[in-house]
Structure formats: C-alpha cells, structure tokens
C-alpha cells in the first residue's frame, strides 16, 4: 500500500466520484482509477461500488476510511518531526572522546551548544581508541576524538586534526624532577605507570621496545586522574598529555630521542554526518 493510493481512496470518499476526485489530486481519470483498482487488488477487497450514477463505499470502504486518515495524518506527523530535526528544534547526537583530550575544552563546548540548541539532547561518553573506532563505524556515535601515532582508520573521516604533546611526569623528590628534556633511554628499569587499554599505552610500548628501553611497569590505570594521583604517591613515572602534566602540578619533562607526540583527530564516518545535529555541533565544534 502506497500513501498516493491511501490519499486517492480518501479523495474519491469525499467527493463520491472518480471525476471530481482526479480533478482534487490534479491527476488524469485514468491514473485515478488505476491506482485505486491497484489498492483494491493488494487488499483483495472491493472499496467503491460504482454505478453509472454513483460511487459509494462498501463495508469494506468504509471500514478503511478511518485508518486511511490515520495513515495520512501519521506521515504528516512524521514529516513534521523529521522537519524540526532537520530545523534543530529537536533531536539527539552522540559523541565520544579519549579521556585525554586537551586541544579542545569539550564539556565548554557543549555547555555552548546547549545554550543554542536546546532542543537537541546529547550523548558523550569516554573511551579507549579501539571501542571508539568501532562504535562510530557501526553508528553508535556521530563523532569522536580519538588519538594516536598512527594513521587513522580507514573506515573513519578525520574533520580536523590537533597535534598533543606528550611529557614524562614525576613526583617530588624523583631523580629527574629537575629536568626539563629526558631521554627515554634514562628511563631504562625505571618504575612505570600504564594508563591501561589507552593509545598512550601502546603509543609507549611501541618507542620503548623500538629504542631498546626495558619498560618497568610496576602499576597500572584505567583513569587519567587517579595515574596522576599514583605518581604523586610515589609509585613510579609515567607518560601523560602535557596539559595533564601542566595542571597537576608535579614535576614534568619533555622526552627526546624519541620525542613523543600524537596526532588527535574530530573523527566521523564521512565528510558530512547524516545527522542533522551532528552536522551543527561539528560546525560547532570546528568554529
């Protein structure tokens, strides 16, 4: 059943003949008819007795009139909402971030997006590289921060990228808390922390085990904040974004031979979200 042949059934009803009800929809007589023989045949019922006089409805017809003004009425409904999406009246984005982003204050953002669109509930949720990756390939996100040293995924689009600074982070009293440039071959036995299931984790592994560097890991973490709190305890160093660094107040180096840095990208699964929300807080967020 298609709506064009729900809205000629409705038309014949009220203007009782097959003229009339061409002329209301401005399509030929022919075209008219055709079309509701084709809804009578996909419903295996007559719904007009016609006469040379008249067309009336059968039991059948007027069994159909009001679930036939409810389809038309749902599809308006239905086009008006999708009408105040597109309009951003309403609707929902999601989007997800690394727990260490720092090239872009995302929760002051948002609280601006919010101000303008309040209509448009929103989603964030943190994660590791690999579970944000996925969930945006597969829809679950519209958008995602995600990082690393290495390309970007192919199923993703990359709306911008930011280079992140990476620095070795210590507490007081350590050995290298007075020094501003290390080099990882220093670090050599010394007690490390992990940030665990992050791209900084496998980012680490990989230069260590690339300059020949014994990795010493002796603890590790799922939450950027508590990693800084088990340095400041004394456990071990470790590596963090430099904004990290900057605002915990510990001691902090920046690494060289290797130097260490990452690349951040605004990922998506093409060059223009589909969603009419997500569109605006990528402009948003890219302003």
Known sequence: MELRQVEHFLAVTRCGSFTAAAQEV?????????SIRKLEAELRTPLFERTTRRVALT???????????????DVVAAQGEVAA???????????????????????????????????????????????????????ELDLAFVAGDQPLADELFAFREWSQQL??????????????????????GEPFLD???????????RRFAEAGVRQNRVCEATHMPLLVELV????????????????????????????????????????????????????????
Do not use: W
């Open 232 to 287: 400041t305890a004394g456990l071990g160093v470790t590596i963090v974004p430099q904004p990290v660094a900057e605002k915990s107040g510990l001691p902090f180096a920046r690494l060289e031979q290797p130097g260490f840095s990452r690349a951040i990208h605004l990922a998506g699964r093409g060059p223009e979200p589909s969603n009419p929300a997500a569109r605006a807080l990528l402009a948003h967020l890219l302003a």
């Open 167 to 188: 620095v070795l982070l210590c507490h007081p009293g350590h050995r290298l808390e007075r020094r501003r440039r290390v080099r990882l071959a220093e670090l050599d």
């Open 59 to 73: 039991e059948a017809g007027r069994a159909l009139v009001p679930l036939a003004h409810r389809i038309v009425a």
């Open 85 to 139: 999406v597109a309009g951003l009246a309403t609707g929902r984005v999601s989007i997800g971030t690394i727990q260490a982003l720092s090239v872009v204050d995302l929760p002051a953002k948002l609280g601006e997006f919010r101000v303008r669109y309040p209509g448009i509930r929103l989603h964030v949720r943190d994660g590791t590289v690999p579970v944000l990756t996925a969930a945006v390939a597969s829809g």
């Open 195 to 205: 940030f665990s299931g992050s791209g900084i984790q496998a980012m680490v592994a």
């Open 26 to 34: 401005h399509v030929v007589q022919s075209a008219l008819s055709a």
